[in-house]
């Protein structure tokens, strides 16, 4: 069964068509790619399906259920989560309170709970910080937990993202640009972390990447942009060849 | 759906307020105490009185603005937000407390809640139309929503209009003020340790990954923006009943900026700074009160509050603590002790 | 009927002109380096006091009086625009919103200080004549503040449209970030946009003085604003919105005066707020979008 549908998304900026009629099946516990030049639609894509724009025209199915027309907080609370292609942590907090925000809805007190800060509001902060510690200790982040998230590595604020994501409890990850600014080594290392997490959480992911090596590696199924059109889908091995592709491509220096 | 099962034990005592927190607390009751006993009393040392009643009023004053400034700061450093119609709310709260004791002849113990709850009420009207803006335009909207509220009572003979209103009784003490804002910063200091502090933390540092953690950011800048609006209108309640006598003219965007000030210079996004530049502020303006007018330089004082705004935005904008507390304010982080057993 | 109307649209005018004026300031500032001046009003007001000063103390021609203040004036914008705003340019965007609001309070308080709390009547300037044509009265002040308000106006308009000077300005509205690479001197442009606001701010400043003849250290507050609310209307950063939000409140006014004039403030800022929820960018505003 396919955990998300979209149907002929269509998005217009004044007189430009970010997107244009975008479809994608994508079953459960699948991982896809989304490739395309700069300025191709991509992250336009991901803001259509997280509801951050609503979109001109289609639909979003989760499970079967519209996502389209729903704030983009709701969405998020049906199960799908998403990291930013430039990183977007709260820098001025910890570690730790940049997990612990992704429980804010279902935090299991109200307004007089954290007021009086009574037993049942400390039963729960209690089990909110266990659960985000833990997060933090799966991605080995733990003993950076009272650090502002602005003074981590580059890496660590990657990854420190993806568990921030992860802490919504979601279906369908997001991964916008993930390997953005990191070396070969760290690249090889983001594949393994998103393979493990998609084991270890059950994910279904979809991301956008520019460096080819990392999407032929990890992803079953790719889908190509072009000017907010899709010019191609299909395995990594069936992409390489396709002449579109490498003609979107010409000149692109991502192209490995 | 997944669940995440702790492995680990974890020290729990650390997520309470914790001893410092008492003691704190206790300090500040043993202070009040011995202030009332020395106004009661009369202790002195020489001739110097300890409580004299100069003393009390800057006391009291002191306790009503960090009322005032600690509230502003869950929108204008918490939230990040800025707002700048802070003294309409005191004006609600000190206008609709009046008319509970003025006109419906009621108890000032009906009129302390009703202020609140009026600051609140009038909060929430405005936080509605005006978090659809950001930004600047969020500071002019909440301005001139202040100056709209000014203008109405400024209209309604019935609560005196143009030429103000006085006749209160004087409920207004030293120490219910002491027990009013001590409750009033430890609710604030709560909410700031909890779900709440954390999301508008989170609001401010990046709206758009905040809304991405399933964070309804329209409700929770309401959250902050009510709650702020309820404890000016408490603090307008407050001062009605002190000073006796209230008029529009108190109540304009020169009262928020004295806030501003005191806010800023204390530090955005911390309660320990609020209580900070509202005593650094007021002790400073009243000890040049008596320097300048030796030297017959009393207008002069009022350019004081707009240069210390000036001088701390230029050179240390995050003000004295900005998100900073001292250490018995903040809830500890609790971090495991030892290596996490494995089950 | 018709001469109240005529009558009624001269007042319209000569307020509308002076909104007008000061919007420009908050306008081209806002264009420029996207702050809100709140401290343009108190500017405005400073400006009016040193047309009191030059008027007392030289006496000159009235020409020469409005330019000698716009050019003091100017030299005040400037200089506020080097001390606070300039360090602040890189900072958090509220931390200069904030210093402006110190600034204003600042310039008010040392007014009252330095001067008096109290209202300060205006010098005659020009002696007041009143003219009559078919029935509608005006002065020779109401004519002139209307005049020269607008011939200022088209000048300011010629600079930013026909200059080099105006040419770079809009370069910086545009995109800030390109100009010094085009060899534009990025702080020469933002004083230079300050010195202009400013000195039409005071020329506004000296008009109010003419045609409303008591100023206090208080008045910038409230006629900055709605001078701002001018600015807003019209589409902030829009020198043409500026003018057309100034005539547009300034007629506001003088119908809403007619019916009950206490709500005067109340209602200029009920006006403010719709606009800002209904169409934030103005009335001849470009649409802004946000980018994720």
């Known amino acids: ?256 | 759906m997944h669940t995440i099962q702790p492995e680990w034990q974890i020290m729990r005592d650390r997520l309470r307020l914790g001893w410092r927190g008492y003691a704190a607390a206790g300090v500040y009751a043993a202070l009040v105490i011995l202030v009332m006993l020395a106004a009661r009393y009369q202790w002195s040392i020489g001739s110097v009185e300890l409580a004299n009643p100069y003393y009390l009023h800057n006391l009291t004053l002191i306790g009503i603005n960090v009322i005032l400034v600690a509230s502003l700061n869950l929108v204008n450093g918490y939230l990040g937000e800025f707002a700048i119609g802070h003294a309409g709310f005191l004006a609600v709260g000190a206008y609709a407390s009046s008319v509970v004791t003025l006109l419906f002849h009621q108890s000032f113990w009906v009129a302390l809640p009703v202020g609140a709850l009026a600051g609140a009420v009038v909060g929430y009207l405005i936080a509605l139309p005006a978090f659809k803006t950001f930004g600047d335009y969020l500071a002019i909207v909440t301005l001139g929503f202040n100056m709209i509220i000014v203008n109405i009572i400024q209209n309604l003979e019935v609560i005196g209009g143009p030429r103000g209103w006085g006749g209160q009784p004087k409920m207004t003490s030293f120490w219910l003020v002491a027990v009013v804002a001590g409750l009033s910063l430890i609710i604030l200091r709560n909410l700031v340790y909890s779900n709440y502090g954390r999301v508008w933390l989170a609001i401010r540092e990046n709206e758009i990954a905040a809304e991405m953690m399933g964070v309804d950011v329209m409700r929770y800048k309401m959250i902050a923006f009510v709650i702020a609006a309820f404890f000016a209108g408490l603090a307008g309640a407050l001062w009605a009943h002190y000073q006796q006598y209230i008029h529009p003219s108190s109540f304009t965007y020169l009262r928020t900026t004295d806030l501003l000030v005191m806010l800023y210079l204390g530090g955005m996004a911390s309660l320990s700074g609020s209580v900070l530049g509202v005593t650094i502020m007021t002790v400073l303006l009243e000890s040049l009160r008596g320097v300048l007018s030796q030297f017959n330089l009393a207008e002069w004082r009022m350019v004081i509050s707009p240069l210390v705004l000036i001088v701390i935005m230029l050179t240390r904008p995050q003000g004295l603590m900005g998100n900073r507390e001292f250490a018995f304010v903040p809830r500890r982080e609790e971090v495991p002790r030892r290596e996490p057993a494995r089950g | 009927m018709y001469t109240v109307i005529i009558q009624q649209a001269l007042n319209a005018l000569q307020l509308g002109a002076i909104y007008a004026l000061i919007a420009l300031g908050y306008s081209m500032v806002y264009g420029i380096i996207r702050l809100i001046n709140f401290a343009h009003g108190d500017i405005f007001m400073v400006g009016a006091y040193i047309g009191l000063g030059v008027a007392l103390f030289l006496k000159p021609p009235f020409l020469v009086l409005v330019l000698v203040t716009m050019g003091l004036t100017a030299l005040l914008g400037v200089t506020i625009e080097r001390v606070a705003y300039r360090r602040l340019r890189h900072a958090q965007r509220m931390s200069a919103v904030i210093t402006a609001l110190g600034v204003g309070i600042f310039l008010e308080n040392f007014v009252r200080a330095a001067i008096s709390a109290n209202p300060q009547a205006y010098p005659v300037l020009i002696a007041p004549r009143t003219l009559s044509l078919s029935g509608v009265s005006t002065t020779n002040v109401q004519l002139m503040v209307i005049g020269v308000s607008i011939a200022l106006m088209l000048v300011l308009r010629y600079i930013i449209r026909q200059t080099m000077l105006g040419k770079a300005m809009r370069a910086v509205s545009d995109n800030k970030e390109v100009v010094p690479l085009m060899g534009i001197n990025l702080n020469l442009i933002v004083s230079a946009t300050f010195a202009l606001g400013s000195a039409l701010a005071a020329a506004g400043g000296i008009f109010y003085g003419q045609a409303y003849p008591m100023i206090d250290p208080y008045m910038g507050i409230v006629i900055g604003w709605k001078a701002f609310i001018s600015a807003v209307m019209g589409g902030i950063g829009q020198v043409d919105g500026a003018m057309l939000g100034g005539f547009i409140l300034g007629t506001v006014e003088v119908i809403g005066a007619t019916f009950r004039s206490t709500l005067r403030d109340g209602i200029a800022f009920a006006i403010l707020i719709l606009v800002l929820l209904i169409k934030p960018t103005g009335l001849l505003g470009r649409p802004v979008t946000k980018k994720v």
């Not at chain 1, 079953?27 to 991509?42: D, Q, R, V």
């Not at chain 1, 919504?168 to 998103?194: C, K, S």
Request: glycine share 10%.
């Open chain 1, 1 to 256: 069964m396919n955990l998300l549908e979209v149907r002929n998304l269509s998005k217009r900026f004044g007189g430009l068509l970010a997107v244009a009629d975008f479809n994608l099946d994508l079953p459960e516990g699948a991982l896809y790619g989304l490739i395309g030049p700069n300025g191709a639609g991509k992250t336009t894509v991901f803001n259509l399906i997280t509801g951050v724009y609503p979109p001109t025209a289609g639909s979003v199915k989760l499970a079967g259920r519209e996502l389209v027309g729903l704030p983009a907080h709701r969405i998020t609370q049906r199960g799908v989560a998403r990291t930013f292609q430039n990183i977007r942590l709260f820098g001025g907090m910890t570690v730790l309170d940049n997990i612990k925000v992704a429980f804010n809805y279902r935090t299991g007190y109200h307004l007089w709970g954290a007021v009086l800060h009574g037993p049942g509001f400390n039963a729960r902060e209690q089990a909110i910080t266990e659960q985000a510690y833990e997060l933090l200790r799966l991605f080995r982040l733990e003993s950076r937990y009272d650090q502002l998230a602005k003074s981590l590595p580059y890496g660590e604020q990657r990854r420190l993202e993806i568990a921030r994501a992860l802490a919504t409890n979601p279906r369908l990850l997001l991964l916008d640009e993930p390997a953005a600014g990191m070396n070969p080594r760290e690249v090889g290392e983001l594949v393994e972390l998103i393979r493990w997490v998609r084991e270890k959480f059950q994910l279904t992911v979809f991301l956008i990447e520019h460096q080819m090596r990392l999407v032929m590696n990890l992803c079953e199924r790719i889908q190509v942009m072009d000017f907010g059109e899709t010019i191609a889908e299909g395995t990594p091995a069936e992409i390489v060849d396709n002449r579109r592709v490498i003609e979107a491509y010409l000149g692109e220096e991502e192209g490995a």
